[in-house]
């Protein structure tokens, strides 16, 4: 089904925005059509780039768990769960801060209290602190609970 939606954006010269929960998919269908994977979180994007880029080098924590997640890519890491806590947020009253900030191994007080805009990294754009080596994040103390 992805080739022929290829081939018909190659025909009809169209740009189709394919919405996926497999990391896999999304690879195939951004590098041969020649577009770019976002990654979403609770409805806000977290990290935007080339297929390639997100997979073999994810910016985002929440990237790295979707790579880590997706049993058929080359890179699958074993272990437990690039994450603090496997319990989703409620979507409709999303956490104060980076939405994330609840589940990433990597947060600190400073992801609780403020949300990241897109920090551009190459090609990719990352809405996570740790892209901006100012930002207060670095001091911050990190989260325990």
């Not at 022929?4 to 999304?26: G, K, P, R």
């Amino acid at each position: 089904m992805m080739d022929l939606m290829l081939s018909l954006q190659d025909e009809f010269d169209t740009s189709y925005i394919f919405i996926s929960h497999d990391l896999s998919n999304a690879r195939y269908f951004s590098a041969h059509g020649g577009g770019k994977i976002g990654v979403m979180y609770l409805g806000e994007l977290v990290e935007v780039g080339p297929a390639e880029d997100m997979i073999n080098d994810p910016k985002h924590p929440y990237t790295n768990v979707l790579r880590w997640a997706t049993p058929d890519l080359a890179l699958r890491e074993t272990g437990d769960p690039p994450m603090r806590k496997i319990d989703v947020p409620d979507p409709v009253d999303p956490p104060s801060g980076c939405r994330f900030h609840t589940r990433c191994p990597k947060a600190t007080e400073a992801c609780r209290r403020e949300t990241p805009s897109g920090y551009q990294h190459g090609e990719q754009t990352v809405a996570c602190f740790r892209e901006d080596e100012d930002h207060e994040y670095w001091d911050s103390p990190e989260l325990t609970d």
